[in-house]
């Protein structure tokens, strides 16, 4: 196994495809350029040679520069150009190409370390949308088992995997259809709005969201960012409506398909704060009592009677209630300050308001759990009953205290497996809900995937439309990033800053990076 390695990546345009499929096998190794190769010499012992080569070579080479007789059992040497253009391939599309250049890598890694991953050389995070690219190739009805296998074939995926990807796109597409939003390319499919809250009760282990813990907040910081928040949306409003002027559209339908506050932690506001929030919203754009209208009460520790009663009253119609886990030590130890049984509590004040739509999410491979921790939590889940069940494995992202202070917390196990995400599916099939959307990440845990699972017509909207890219985004708030579909499946993005303080300060700006971008005088801010 390679813990001291440098991986040089000769060809610059295969070099994500490269550190992503390599991260998937190996965890802590360096990966570089080659342009980077030099300045690495003059600072390191390395002292092997790279032969040049015209082809996209991948080289692992140990970080002392010994040879593959080394006596260290944890240092690897591979010298060896993994892949270079093949004149023989007909099809020389860039995506094509990159998986012929991942296909090659893939097969390497597993004849090097005896394993395979569970979704081969997939490093992409929507899966459904290769499926898609299986379904559309049929005129009339599908032949599941002819694309499960062609799937697995041309992605070098397990069975399981393939299964997932199909069993997601297809229920994506019966869902959009009851919507009146289809899959095929076209500049009528509506738009959603998103709202960020960038604050919450304290900040979990594993979190790299835009969040300021209360107590790190005055009330005069929050009452500027509501201020500025309401301002971005009223502007956005004016803004985003041109572009339907533009199309020949009446502005005064402005309506979007759904609408998500997300965070952060949405009831970390007050009550009153959140009732202004949504008036702002509503006072923006119609929003119909039968369109998905979703916040994240993600927290227990902010969810009060009184919060969820002006949330039901203002035509919130479903919510998001998140444990993570119901061990109350993993709660201790990921920061959460809240124990199994607030869960419940919660849940109970939220079927009393009135909510009949509840989702939970959990996260795969916390710290010190495994599969009687997860089996555990899946006990508590079914006394529950939740409508939807949004599964995660644990990404560790850089801006995280898990990653940030790693040394803190090497002693801790991540555990995730194969045994856990089956169970987790098996259980989420036993309550009758099905998969709907589903995406991966980089450095996620046992290189597997986040899955939302619902009961039919339970499922969210915006969770589809935001994964599959196939409505504009109008998003506001610190961190948020608005999508604007150009065409031919293009999106432009327009991203506003995370830093909250900036965000107060710049909020112009935000408006005004939505306004280019949609006047195509600037891309992917």
């Known amino acids: 196994m390679i813990k001291n390695a440098i991986v040089i990546i000769k060809n610059e345009e295969y070099y994500d495809d490269t550190q992503l499929l390599i991260r998937s096998f190996f965890k802590g190794v360096n990966i570089i350029k080659e342009q980077c190769f030099e300045d690495l010499k003059r600072n390191t012992d390395v002292s092997v040679k790279v032969r040049p080569h015209p082809g996209a070579g991948v080289f692992f080479l140990s970080s002392d520069g010994s040879g593959p007789d080394t006596d260290d059992p944890d240092t690897v040497l591979i010298d060896t150009v993994i892949f270079e253009p093949d004149p023989d391939v007909k099809d020389q599309r860039r995506g094509s190409m990159h998986d012929h250049f991942k296909r090659g890598l893939y097969n390497a890694l597993t004849d090097l370390t005896g394993r395979t991953l569970p979704w081969g050389?997939?490093?992409?995070?929507?899966?459904?949308?290769?499926?898609?690219?299986?379904?559309?190739?049929?005129?009339?009805?599908?032949?599941?088992?002819?694309?499960?296998?062609?799937?697995?074939?041309?992605?070098?995926?397990?069975?399981?995997?393939?299964?997932?990807?199909?069993?997601?796109?297809?229920?994506?597409?019966?869902?959009?259809?009851?919507?009146?939003?289809s899959y095929d390319d076209g500049s009528d499919r509506g738009f959603s709005v998103y709202v960020g809250i960038p604050f919450c009760p304290t900040t979990c282990l594993y979190c790299s969201f835009p969040s300021i813990p209360m107590d790190r907040c005055d009330q005069k910081l929050i009452s500027d960012y509501m201020r500025s928040l309401c301002f971005e949306i009223r502007e956005s409003r004016r803004i985003y409506s041109e572009r339907f002027l533009k199309k020949g559209c009446d502005t005064d339908g402005l309506q979007p398909s759904s609408v998500y506050i997300g965070g952060g932690t949405?009831?970390?506001?007050?009550?009153?704060?959140?009732?202004?929030?949504?008036?702002?919203?509503?006072?923006?754009?119609?929003?119909?009592?039968?369109?998905?209208?979703?916040?994240?009460?993600?927290?227990?520790?902010?969810?009060?009677?009184?919060?969820?009663?002006?949330?039901?009253?203002?035509?919130?119609?479903?919510?998001?209630v998140n444990p993570q886990s119901m061990n109350p030590e993993t709660l201790e130890i990921i920061g959460r300050d809240h124990t199994p049984e607030d869960i419940f509590i919660a849940f109970e004040m939220a079927r009393s308001a009135g909510f009949d739509n509840i989702n939970t999410d959990i996260?795969?491979?916390?710290?010190?759990?495994?599969?009687?921790?997860?089996?555990?939590?899946?006990?508590?889940?079914?006394?529950?009953?939740?409508?939807?069940?949004?599964?995660?494995?644990?990404?560790?992202?850089?801006?995280?205290?898990?990653?940030?202070?790693?040394?803190?917390y090497k002693d801790l196990t991540l555990e995730n497996s194969e045994e856990i995400m089956d169970m987790t599916s098996e259980f989420a099939e036993s309550l009758g809900m099905r998969p709907y959307y589903m995406y991966r990440q980089q450095n996620m845990a046992g290189n597997f995937e986040n899955t939302g699972y619902a009961l039919r017509g339970k499922e969210s909207l915006y969770n589809i439309v935001i994964m599959e890219e196939i409505q504009d985004i109008l998003a506001m708030g610190a961190g948020a990033s608005s999508k604007f579909m150009m065409g031919n499946n293009r999106f432009e993005r327009a991203s506003n800053v995370k830093d909250v303080v900036n965000y107060i300060k710049r909020t112009d700006e935000m408006c005004r990076r939505k306004k280019m971008v949609l006047d195509g005088q600037h891309k992917n801010y």
């Open 121 to 181: 050389f997939l490093t992409g995070v929507r899966p459904a949308k290769r499926a898609m690219e299986f379904i559309s190739s049929y005129d009339g009805d599908i032949n599941k088992v002819e694309i499960i296998s062609a799937f697995s074939e041309k992605y070098m995926t397990s069975e399981k995997k393939a299964r997932l990807a199909l069993d997601v796109a297809l229920n994506e597409t019966e869902i959009l259809n009851d919507h009146g939003i």
């Open 363 to 408: 996260i795969l491979g916390l710290p010190e759990e495994g599969v009687q921790e997860v089996k555990k939590t899946l006990d508590a889940l079914k006394k529950l009953k939740p409508e939807g069940l949004t599964v995660h494995s644990l990404a560790l992202k850089r801006a995280s205290r898990l990653k940030v202070d790693a040394d803190n």
């Open 266 to 320: 949405p009831t970390a506001l007050s009550a009153q704060e959140l009732e202004e929030l949504i008036a702002c919203i509503k006072n923006c754009f119609i929003i119909k009592e039968d369109i998905e209208f979703c916040v994240e009460a993600g927290r227990p520790d902010s969810i009060t009677a009184e919060k969820l009663q002006v949330l039901k009253s203002c035509g919130v119609n479903r919510i998001s």
